[in-house]
């Protein structure tokens, strides 16, 4: 039963993953906000995890669960909130990176969070990779890259490429960390995975609101808080919510590189439509190897993987 659910998590992730960048691509024409949309998927999560909650044991019962586990181990909801604090600071140091770094180099690069996510893993978890499994990720690393690439030979930026590369490093060593941490706190609980996604996304209100009263709030003032809010960014908004608590159902049900797997897929998806759909991008050679080095790297890391020696009677 736990193969079948984990199976159904990952197909769905694939396909939510694809649906969202078709909504987003769509939506970034309304300037809406980012800050104010974070808060506001945030916010849609804790709802659901509430109706979740009084779904399985009541609306008293959920409510009292929600105090005792969140509110009232306030440690533990902090820690778990470690994730959501790391994404703010990962924005940043992606935007910095982006203002001194080519796009082509910025694209590339990014691309290493998947060696950093199993580097974490490792260490954290302490899960076990084959030498093919570690080549499995380098050749997804790299064609992922390949991709993504996009020539940008006459694109030219005046900041500082190692501060560029420092920043971005940094960012992917953070996306690494903050999802093996979380995949943590998810799988070493005796807690409900909703009473975890509550905490989660309680922090992230919390961190969000105050990156919000920092960056937009002068702008929200001004225009009013549901200006140009089209339909298409309310299904971002959904799409967004439910993708994340997704995520969760994967790292309790599988991991965070086999959610790495699932993303690229995902990516390589969305760029077929993006070629034969709307006509955005051209079928380049690096897209072609790229994709059949994610293919490859697929097949090689389920099929090698750590086998644990049998005990001796």
Known sequence: MSELVKATCLVVLVLQTVSNVLIIRNAR?????????????????????????????????????IKRHVFGDMKTTITVGVPAFLYVIQ?????????????????????LKILTTAAF?????????????????????????????KS????????????GLTCILLACCTSGFSGVFLEKMIKNTSQSLWIRNFQLAFCSVCVGVVNL?????????????????????????????YGGLLIGMVMKYADNIVKVFCTSVSIIISSFISIFYFQELELTLTFAVGT??????????????????????
């Not at 940008?152 to 501060?163: E, H, W």
């Not at 960056?215 to 967004?240: C, H, R, W, Y």
């Open 29 to 65: 024409h309304h300037h809406v906000s980012v800050p104010l949309i974070v808060v506001l998927q945030e916010i849609l999560k804790l709802l659901t995890c509430v109706a979740v909650l009084s779904y399985n044991e009541g609306l008293g019962n959920a409510l009292k669960s």
């Open 292 to 313: 059949a080095f994610v293919c490859t790297a697929t097949v090689l890391y389920s099929t090698y993987r750590y086998v644990p020696p049998k005990k001796s009677e």
């Open 121 to 149: 893993s490792v260490v954290i978890l302490n899960k076990r990779i084959t030498s093919m499994q570690w080549l499995s990720l380098l050749l997804l690393t790299i064609g992922v890259a390949f991709v993504q690439f």
């Open 213 to 241: 009263i920092f960056t937009d709030l002068k702008q929200i003032v001004s225009n009013g808080i549901f200006t140009n809010f089209a339909p298409i960014v309310i299904a971002a908004i959904i799409s967004q919510a």
């Open 91 to 111: 924005n940043q140091l992606l935007f910095v990176s982006l203002a001194n770094l080519d796009a082509a180099t910025y694209q590339v690069t990014y691309q």
């Open 152 to 163: 940008t030979s006459n694109s030219q930026t005046d900041g500082s490429p190692v501060l």
